[in-house]
Structure formats: structure tokens, C-alpha cells
């Protein structure tokens, strides 16, 4: 998978005013820039901080370095066009995106109630971005300067980029594509497209006209001539497929009796003067210009089953190496995807993340305190991607399977600049990791092997045998990073793959002795195989191997820590007695967990296509696929996350009736046997403790003679 390096383009003219100590918010800025316009204007609706954990100044400092002069229109007034006129029109191309977050994730809870604070916005302020913010930003775009070509991307619109079911509204949403009016979408990490296109606009190409980039998704009226159409329901047909006879097979045991081969069964020999005929093989097709056609928008918002086919379609082709185009009929309009982008290497994710980076927000929040930023300040992401391929999870979908690793020297360097650059630094570094903490420089063992395979996971339902789980190159870069010079502490606030690293004691060793500060959050995400395996996560085998692991380091290093797991309620395929078995275990190693997520549906991950269809993806879909159960009902998500949260006495009412209702009275009671008490307490407050070491006091009970009359 060749691909033109992104730091080899020529820069453009604009180069010469090199780079701006922070991207410019302001025609006053611009002023002192020196600058009377702005190439590319970049909107968010994150505030904008100059770090490369946030999109929007990655993007900005990427083009900055290409030779662009980038302003940044952060968090506008949407409710007209004044604030899209701020920094005057753009000579290429608005680029907008909802922020590091999707925009109804990060306004709604799981509940669909409105969140009261937003980690990226000063002072956490609520309601400062729309709902489905990259359409309402896109529209304002096209007021302010209707000529000026829209490029949207990043997360909200990444996995928006086909029909997709909208959790808030209940329903299956057209591509964003389609309700922005946008001329072209960039999906996943992409520097690579981002980077081309910006030079081709620059040159003087239309960009409708460039539509040849992968990692881009754009409308066509019809199909261009010279490619060969694969239906999706051929390529994925659905139902059983039973394996057929080959009666050409010779194997002892294989074949027929009737088509063994001996003495009687000789091929007969052809008659005098008769020619065979040759069968001429039909050549093997060019996959870059194969599409597979999805079926119709209207389709799939009409029939789940549908839904659920593409999107396991979709999931399939997802691999750089062999992945074919896409392409979704809306009305009279094809939405075309190219194949996925092609991954970084290492010297391009260097240079990605060794920009000039001012590493604070911009001036004009003054002493506003932003979590986002609090949170990440002290930390270095040293690697993007996942190849977990978690159903509930988006990450895979964007940032794709294969793992982009920095060098170790740039991921130090930065260690060092948080040093001597970030203000508030005590010699703590938060965190080394990514979107999982140890898959750093993990690959498989065969370039060939990656580029053929179409698995969704490489450690589901195991670890596949062609991944080289060797994680040396980790362990030696914790080291190295803790021997800098006023570095006092590395932790890893990543979340640990446990199942990839019991495969290195070494690394668990080197983890738990020097790189935990008394917990370490791990994400088993439920006890059941039931439901592990619609989650495609690993079996509490796994887990327990760790949590031995975990304890015998922590032991010989001679210090008490412990291991915090991350659970999910009401996922698709969950029920109440999966949940109740959840609290029983939970019970069973004294666990009593305050923060628990209820699973939220969020556009293109496999999870979603079950809740919305009822149907389970990973395998092929028909309408007479096994059903999976789906807690939707308010009062049922509610009682999930209850079993999971089985110490707090708010929710003890809903148990009784729920444990009563199963014929699981027997658990109600005062004695250690029962998960929930018979006496509610005078006051509510939850009990809260980790691992059977109390943080608060119990409150006194009172006398509930009635309740336990009917619970005993």
C-alpha cells in the first residue's frame, strides 16, 4: 500500500509567512500576521485549543506546515451567518467539523437528556455548539459565502457518511453528505486526503471534479464508465450457505464412493478426431475499479434487516489493503465512498505530532478553565487505531484497524516539551497511550496476510495466531520516559487491552510496578458470554488471568492496588438475568462501582445495527436470522444499570420487584448471601467503596417491619 508521503508535497506559496504562535480567531490576529485573507477556514464546535489531542489544531497546524495560512472560527453563533463572516472569505475552502466529540453524544445522555456541561467548551458552559452541529455549521457556510467550497469531516461526520440510525430521533438518517450540502466528506484520520486535496484545490482543480482520493466521500448522478458493479446481497448473500459436493475431490473419505478413483472409473477416452474444448479461465477482476452497491437509502430506512446487511457490508470493507469503493443510491443520487484511507507510517505520524504547537488554548479564553484540556494536558497520545473491533465502539470505524505508531524519539521529545512548556507541570505525565494503552507498534506478522484479511477483530474470539503481540518496544519506551529528567511519574490512563497483555508478563509486570497510581481502569464490560459475544470482547478467563497477574506484581513491588472494571448496561443482546448474573459477580469480588455506562447507540458501529434491527450482524442477516433481545423500554435500561449499581439504595425498590418478578426473592435480605437488603435507608446516599475498602459510612437504617415481613 504505497502512497505519496504527506511531508513531501511542495508548499504552497504562502509558506513564507511561516508559523503563527497560535492559529488566528480574529481579523486582528490576522492584522499582525500579516496576512489579508485566509486560505482555508477551519470550523469547529470545540473551543480551540493549539494540542494535538484536538482535530481542530492538528488539521490547522498540518495545513499551516503544507504553506496555508489557516484561521479557525471556533464555536460561531450559529444562529446566523455574522459569526461565518468573521474572518472574511476563505480562498479554498471552508472546512468544518462538529469537534473531537459528536455533537448529539456530547449534548445528550444516554437517557437522551440534555447534558448540563460540555468538557470542551471554557467554564464547561452547556449549549454552546447545535445538534448535529456539521449541518447546521454547513448551512451557515453556504449563507455567509455560497461560492466558496464546503469540506466537512472528523468524527460527526465520519460516521455519518452513509444512511445511518439516529438513536434521537429513533430513525434511519440519510448521509450527512446529503443534508449538509457539502461538495465532498472526508472520513476517518485524514491527513493523507486532506492534505491532496488542499493542494489540488490550490492548483486550480474544481472540487467537484476530484473524486479520485481515498478516504473521500462525494455524490455522483451515475457511475463512471470502466468499473464493474458487485450487488452487496451477492457478495454477503444472506442465510445459511450450505457447502456443496465437489465431486472432483479425491481425498480418501471426501468423495463420493461413485467418484473414487480406480481401474473401473477410468476416464473414458475420446473418440477419434473429437477436440476437448478449453475452458478459458475468466481473468481475475480489478478490485480499484469494483464497487459494491449498498442497498438504496430507501431501502434500508423502510426493512432493519437491510439496515443490518449493510452494515456488516460496510465493516467488511474496511481494510486499506483490499477494500473496495462503496456506493448507496439516495433518491437519484449515488453517494460514492473510496476505499479507506491508507495508514500512516511512522515518519508521517512524527511529523503529524512534532508541529509547533503552542500546547494551551487560545488566548482570548483568558483564566477559563476547560476539562478537555485539564484533563489531557499532561498526556501524549503516542498511537492511533484499534483493532479490537468492539461492536459498541466507533473507534475502528474511524480510525480504522491498523495500528499508526510515533517513533519513540518524537514521543519522548514531547514528553520533554510538556516539561518545559506546559504550565502547572509537577512531573506527572497522565498518560502514554491512544485509544487502547498497549497496542503500540502491535501489527500482524505478514504485510500480505494484513492486506488479504477481512476479520473484524484480531483478538475476538481469540487472539489471532498472525498477530505479534510482542511488546517490547512498549516496555522500553515506558523506560526510557520515566528516565527523563524531572519525570517523576508515568501512568497509563489508557485503557488496558488485558487479553492482548497477558500474552506479555513482562509488559503487566512493567505496568503494574511503575505505571499504576493505586487503580487501573480495565473494561471487561460484562461477565456473560451471552452478551460478550454481541460486544465481541473477551471471556472472563482473560480477566482473571490478568487480575492474577495484576495482584502477584503488585504484591512483590509491596504495594495495595486495585483493578477497576468498566462495565456497560442495556447493551443489544443483554437480559435481566444476564444483568442479575453481572450483579452477582460484581457482589461475589466486592465490587461497588459509582461510574457505569448504558450503552448508546451512535451511527455506523455494529452494536447499533442489532438495537436498531434486532438482528446480529457478525453473522449473515435474513429476516429469519435468530432475533436478539434488545432492552429499549425506558424502565428496562433503567433496571440494568440498576443490577450494575445493585449497592445504591435508590435503586433497591426496582430490585425487589424485579428479583421478585424472576422468582429471585431469595436474594433479598440482611445476611451476606443476599445482594439487596429488605430495609430501605433513612437517607439515600449511595454506599460507595472499591474492592471492600469503604470511602463513605453507611448510613443508618431504619425500620421497614412491612418490607421485611414481605421479603424474609
Sequence with gaps: MLAKPIHSYRPYWAKRFGAAPILPMSRAEMDELGWDSCDIILISGDAY?????????????????????????AQPDWQNANAFKSLGKPNLYFGVTAGNMDSMVNRYTADRKIRSDDAYTPDAAPNKRPDRAVLVYSQRCREAYSDVPLVIGSIEASLRRIAHYDYW?????????????????????????????????????????????RGTAFLRKKVPEGWSEIESTKLDRPGTVEKHVDPYEMKMGKADASCATDENNAKPALPEGTKAIEIVRKPKADRTKQFVRLPDYEAVAQDPVLYAHASRVLHLEA??????????????REVWLNPPPIPLTTKEMDYVYDMPYA?????????????????IRFSVNIMRGCFGGCTFCSITEHEGRIIQSRSEASILKEVEEIRDKVEGFTGVISDLGGPTANMYRIACKSETIEKNCRKLSCVYPGVCENLNTDHTALIQLYRKARAIKGVKK???????????????????????????????????EHSEENVLSKMMKPGMDAYDEFKAMFEKFSAEAGKKQYLIPYFIAAHPGTTELDMLNLALWLKKYDFKLDQVQTFTPTPMAMATAMYHSGKNPLRKVTADSDDVPI????????????FIRYHDPNNWPMLREALTKMGRADLIGNGKQHLIPAWQPLSNKPITTVRGEKLERTVRPRRVSEVKRKYS
Excluded: C
Design 631 to 642: 432492552p429499549k423500554a425506558g424502565n428496562v435500561r433503567k433496571l440494568h444499570k440498576a
Design 169 to 213: 430521533s429513533d430513525k434511519v438518517r440519510r448521509s450527512v453528505l446529503i443534508d449538509s450540502k457539502a461538495d465532498i466528506l472526508l472520513y476517518g484520520n485524514a491527513e493523507r486526503a486532506l492534505i491532496e486535496l488542499s493542494h489540488r484545490i490550490a492548483k486550480g482543480e474544481k472540487i467537484t471534479d476530484i473524486q479520485d482520493i
Design 359 to 375: 500546547r494551551k488554548p487560545h488566548p482570548a479564553y483568558g483564566d477559563a478553565k476547560i476539562p478537555a484540556w485539564e484533563m
Design 319 to 332: 481494510n486499506p489493503g483490499n477494500a473496495r469503493a462503496l456506493v448507496q443510491k439516495h433518491g437519484d
Design 490 to 524: 508515568i501512568l497509563i490512563g489508557s485503557g488496558v487491552r488485558y487479553d492482548l497483555a497477558v500474552k506479555s508478563p513482562e509488559y503487566v509486570k512493567e505496568l503494574v510496578q511503575h505505571h499504576v497510581g493505586g487503580y487501573l481502569k480495565i473494561a471487561p
Design 49 to 73: 485549543i493549539d494540542h494535538p489531542s484536538f482535530g481542530i489544531a492538528l488539521v490547522g497546524r498540518l495545513l499551516e506546515a503544507q504553506g496555508f495560512r489557516v484561521g479557525i472560527i
